[in-house]
């Protein structure tokens, strides 16, 4: 109805808050595994289509077993480092101003600063 005053939804909570900044943050660390998987069948389809026809070698003898353990540790930190990377976006800290140079500082607050003088 016209007249009346718009109310605001109610803050979250700060548990609610950093949870959901959390979540969103395991959700970049997910798509940068998604990232390297993706990276990982390029390279594979690359080889498919240019190597493998020219060599005939397809790997029958290379096995991963022993490389699992260097694979998980490799999974883990790209999940960990895609998880601080979007904390450090969705936290808001990448968006904070950053300190005044010395040429800055030296400005007084009201007076107009030429774009033609750096």
Same mark, same amino acid.
């Given at each position: 109805?016209p ?7 109610a ?6 808050y950093?949870?959901l900044?959390?979540?969103e943050?395991?959700?970049a660390?997910?798509l !940068? +595994?998604?990232?390297a998987f ?9 080889? &498919?289509?240019?190597?493998?026809p020219? @060599? ?6 290379v096995?991963?077993?022993p490389y699992?353990?260097?694979i998980?540790? !490799? +999974?883990v930190?790209?999940f960990l480092?895609?998880?601080a990377?979007?904390?450090?976006? &969705? ?5 904070q @101003? ?13 007076r ?7």
């Amino acid at each position: 109805m016209p007249g009346q005053p718009i109310s605001k939804a109610a803050e979250p909570s700060p548990l609610k808050y950093w949870a959901l900044i959390a979540f969103e943050s395991m959700g970049a660390g997910a798509l !940068a +595994i998604t990232l390297a998987f993706a990276v990982v069948l390029v390279a594979v389809g690359i080889y &498919v289509q240019i190597i493998w026809p020219l @060599t005939d070698w397809d790997l029958v003898s290379v096995s991963l077993d022993p490389y699992y353990s260097q694979i998980v540790v !490799a +999974i883990v930190f790209i999940f960990l480092t895609g998880t601080a990377v979007g904390f450090w976006f &969705v936290s808001g800290a990448a968006w904070q @101003t950053r300190k005044q140079t010395p040429a800055t500082r030296g400005i007084a607050a009201g007076r107009r600063v030429s774009r033609t003088h750096f």
